[in-house]
Each structure stands twice: as structure tokens, then as C-alpha cells.
């Protein structure tokens, strides 16, 4: 057997476990799961206007709870940090009563001595009734945060150094951990790195959108990392170029070219039961410098991945300009920012089942 027959002949089998994985059993009502969850950061601006003000604001996870149960969500995605048990038995006692689900967002521990943190912060998730951590492995954009490859090259070793820390934690308080691809690892480095682990309890936060910054095919993405799939962030994009590459904004579901009903059809049948949660974050759109120098420096897209990039991009041309905030006062992003996401919210129950 050569190289590339064992290789497929791996991944076959890495797939056949995937799909195998006892992952219905942590999701419970498929009917309440079908209403849209809201991701805390789709609130970004109001969070950072909250932290200027002194406020807990959107940072309580009881006050975000309460919001998005009025808009009708079906869930919400929240770092809970550490709180103590009245706390958590309250959160638990408006999840119940509103039927809305919790996941949970978390910080991987860098070293041993982070894993105390780590495991304080998973057993409150637990005892709030947390079933899925979500989770990064960098904290910022590949093409931004390196300019040498040797460095992305520690970065990723750091990177499969925290997961390793935290797998055991996670398997002993029954948890999956789900890693974002968060324009940091393209979708196949990614399922790659869990063959390494092999742990039924680390799997994958798929973002409809996020990769295209790394010039790979959205509804490819969501193929590749959908058997192991443990819940979404669901967005749509709209993209322009300019004179360094391409700029890459997220719109209200909808208002994008993702093809977010193929994409919700593809989750669906290889993870039935999954919940999506909407991370619609209002900004001025992301410049993916892809005709850089810098950008290629850690890149491992081919030239066919930015050739069929960029005339997507052209195909692509919006009718009007990508949205921008800069410029606007404080006021008026908080409010094109909530109504972003009602505008999502009424999409997604209208044209998505969801």
C-alpha cells in the first residue's frame, strides 16, 4: 500500500469513527434545537460599550439569557468563567423555564499550571448544564498575527500542546470541546490535528465563514469538518476586493452569497440534532491581504485555492458597498448592532427552519 492509499485508507476509518461517536446522546429536545441560538460576540460592540461603562451588562450570562429569550432564540453560546452555585442554579432555573440551551466558551489552558483554571471553569460549565465548550486555538488571524512561518510553526505546536492539556478534563466531566476554525487552521489541518488526538471528546465549532479568509471554498469547509461537527456559528458573508486582495464582511443571514441552506443540510446529515447558533459581528469588513508578501508567508493555499478565490470575489460583486461603522456615533452602531441581529433572527425562522 503507498503513501496516499494509506492515507485515504485512515481517513476512512477516522470518518467512520466520527460518525459513529455517541453524540445525540448530549442533545436532548430536537425539536426546541431547531430555534436559532445567539453567539455573545454578536454582541461585540455592546459588550465593549458595557466593559467602557463599568457595566456587567451582556458580560452576566443571566442578562444576556433574558435578552435573547425575548427576541425568541432558542439558546445561548457564553463564557461563564467561574460562578457560585446559586448563581449557576439560577441560570439552570431560567434554561428550563424558557427551554433555551447553553454552550459555553472557553479559554484553553497554555500550560500546566493553567489547567486549574481550565478545570474550575469546565465544572461550573458542567454544573450549569453545559454539554459543548467552544473554543480557539489562536486568538488571532493566521496572516496577521505571523510573519515567518517558523512562527506559526511554534504557534501550532503551543496550539496541539493546550488541546492535549485540556482533552482530559473535558472527557472527565463529559464534555465536548469543539475548536473554531477562526482563520487560523485551514478545515483539513484542523481534522488533521484531531487524528492526532483521536478523542471522541474534542471536535469542531464550525464557522459557515471564517475560512474563506484563508482561500479555501465555504461549502467545502463545511463538508470537511462536519463529521465531526459538535455545533455552528452560523453567518453569512459578503465580499469586494481592493487593491491587496479581497475585504470579507459578515451581513445579516441572508444578505450574503453562503449557500447557508446547503450548508445547514450538509451539518444536518452528518450530525443530526446539532444546534446553530448565530455569530453575526458588526464591523467594518476584514482586508484579507491575499496578494501580499506577509499573507503567504504561513499560507498553505495553492495558487488554484487564490485564483478560484479572487474570481469568486468578482462573482461575487456586491450590488451596494460592504457596511461599515466607522464613523457612525456610539449610539447608532448599538443600534444597527441589535438590529442586525433581529434582522438574522427573522431570516433564519422564515427561510431556514431554524
Known sequence: MDGDEHMNKNRRQFLAAAAAMPFTSVLADADRRKRLGIVQYSYALRLSADRAAGKTGFHDPLTFLEHCHELGAGGVQIGLGTRDKDYLARLRKKLEAYGMDLEGTIRLPKDRAETERFTAEARCAREAGVKVLRTVLMGGRRYEQFTRAEHFRRAREQAELSVR?????????????????????????????????????????????????????????????????????????????????????????????????????????????????????????????????????????????????????????????????????????????????????????????L
Not at 275 to 301: G, H, Q, S
Request: net charge neutral.
Open 165 to 353: 492539556l485540556a482533552e482530559p478534563i473535558v472527557a472527565k466531566h463529559d464534555l465536548l470541546l469543539a475548536i473554531e476554525n477562526h482563520k487560523d487552521y485551514r478545515a483539513e489541518e484542523l481534522m488533521e490535528l484531531l487524528r492526532r488526538l483521536g478523542s471522541r471528546h474534542v471536535g469542531v465549532c464550525v464557522d459557515t465563514g471564517n475560512s474563506i479568509a484563508l482561500l479555501e471554498d465555504p461549502l467545502e469547509v463545511v463538508r470537511t469538518l462536519a463529521p465531526r461537527a459538535f455545533t455552528v456559528h452560523l453567518k453569512d458573508m459578503a465580499v469586494a476586493e481592493y487593491e491587496d486582495g479581497f475585504l470579507l464582511a459578515e451581513v445579516p443571514l441572508g444578505e450574503g452569497f453562503l449557500d447557508l441552506r446547503k450548508s445547514i443540510a450538509v451539518l444536518r446529515e452528518a450530525r443530526p440534532g446539532i444546534r446553530f447558533n448565530l455569530e453575526m459581528i458588526t464591523r467594518d469588513p476584514l482586508r484579507v491581504p491575499c496578494l501580499t508578501e506577509k499573507y503567504w508567508a504561513t499560507a498553505t493555499a495553492s495558487g488554484r485555492d487564490l485564483a478560484r478565490t479572487l474570481a469568486m470575489v468578482r462573482k461575487r460583486k456586491p450590488k451596494h458597498s460592504l457596511p461599515r461603522i466607522s464613523g457612525k456615533g456610539a449610539k447608532e452602531q448599538l443600534a444597527i448592532e441589535e438590529e442586525n441581529v433581529r434582522k438574522s433572527l427573522a431570516y433564519a425562522y422564515e427561510h431556514l427552519s
